[in-house]
C-alpha cells in the first residue's frame, strides 16, 4: 500500500501561481508513475500531469506551457508548479500513483487538495 499526502492548495487571482506537494510513504519502491488529476464540480476526473520513473512526462494540452511536475525520488514526492491559472483551474486536484503488483498494476490517490482561482 502507498499512502499520499497532499499540500499546497488554497485561493488565488487569475494570473497567479500555486505549488502543489505530494509526498508518498509505504510501498513507494514499486511506484512506476506519479501525477496529478483534478476534477471540477459536474465534471470527469481529468488528467493533468504525469511522469514516470524514467521521466518520462505528459501533460493535459489545457496546462501545457503553465504547469510543471517534477518529482525528488529522493523524497518520494512530486510537485506541480502551476503558473498563469485561470477561473477554469478550479477544482479539487488530486495526487495520483501507480505502482506495479508484479502481477497487476495498483493506482493510489491522495485526499484531493482544493485550488480556487478568483476572477
Known amino acids: 500500500q502507498v499512502q499520499l499526502v497532499e499540500s499546497g492548495g488554497g485561493l488565488v487571482q487569475t494570473g497567479g501561481s500555486l505549488r502543489l506537494s505530494c509526498a508518498a510513504s509505504?510501498?513507494?519502491?514499486?511506484?512506476?508513475?506519479m501525477g496529478w488529476y483534478r476534477q471540477a464540480p459536474g465534471n470527469q476526473r481529468e488528467l493533468v500531469a504525469g511522469?514516470?520513473?524514467?521521466?518520462?512526462?505528459d501533460y493535459a494540452d489545457s496546462v501545457k506551457g503553465r504547469f510543471t511536475i517534477s518529482r525528488d525520488s529522493a523524497k518520494n514526492t512530486v510537485y506541480l508548479q502551476m503558473n498563469g491559472l485561470k477561473p477554469e483551474d478550479t477544482a479539487v486536484y488530486y495526487c495520483?500513483?501507480?505502482?506495479?503488483?508484479?502481477?497487476?498494476?495498483?493506482?493510489?490517490w491522495g485526499q484531493g487538495t482544493q485550488v480556487t482561482v478568483s476572477t
Open positions: 511522469i514516470t520513473t524514467h521521466g518520462d512526462i
Open positions: 509505504g510501498r513507494t519502491y514499486a511506484i512506476i508513475a
Open positions: 495520483h500513483t501507480k505502482t506495479n503488483g508484479g502481477l497487476q498494476l495498483y493506482d493510489h
